[in-house]
């Protein structure tokens, strides 16, 4: 088997999991109760997820059926470069934006946008702009998700 299949088929494998993922979270979603007070129901959030995660694992089956017809292999990146830190960092920062937000109940908006900034700064260069960017990109991302959640799912987070 070539090196392209031997890929293609471990896409289509992650597409696979990825789909029963989604069919976990319909199953969940659909075992909640129906909305009282709220428009969209408390399992809107969870359908939305497996709907966007099946159309994710739609387009990477797609694309690994294509390969496999085609044996196309993707260019390889050099990971010379690579620092296993880099991924350890994020983690780090996954479990450290977690506990300030579950245990120290930390506002919502501010833990979020330093979180991005953390997160972003562990993975690419180092600099002012980039630090003024991804705090920016933070900012905007968390209260994106603070209005859609209090607006259209009415749940309040701090």
Avoid: H, Q
Avoid at 9 to 28: I, K, R, Y
Wanted: some cysteine; proline content about 6%.
């Amino acid at each position: 088997m070539t090196e392209a299949k031997r890929r293609a088929l471990a896409d289509l494998a992650l597409s696979l999991l990825v789909a029963a993922g989604a069919v976990v979270l319909f199953v969940g979603a659909a075992k909640l109760p129906p909305p009282r007070f709220e428009p969209l129901g408390s399992a809107a959030l969870p359908r939305i997820l497996g709907v966007l995660l099946l159309l994710f694992a739609t387009s990477l089956a797609g694309r690994s059926v294509m390969r496999m017809r085609r044996g196309w292999l993707a260019p390889t990146t050099e990971t010379r470069d690579a620092d296993p830190r880099k991924g350890l960092a994020v983690l780090v920062a996954l479990v450290a934006y977690v506990f300030a937000l579950d245990v120290l109940r930390a506002p919502f908006v501010p833990a979020t946008t330093v979180f991005v900034v953390v997160v972003g700064l562990s993975i690419g260069a180092r600099t002012w702009l980039n630090c003024a960017v991804f705090a920016v990109l933070g900012l905007v991302l968390s209260l994106a998700i603070s209005t859609i959640l209090s607006r259209f799912l009415y749940i309040t987070i701090g």
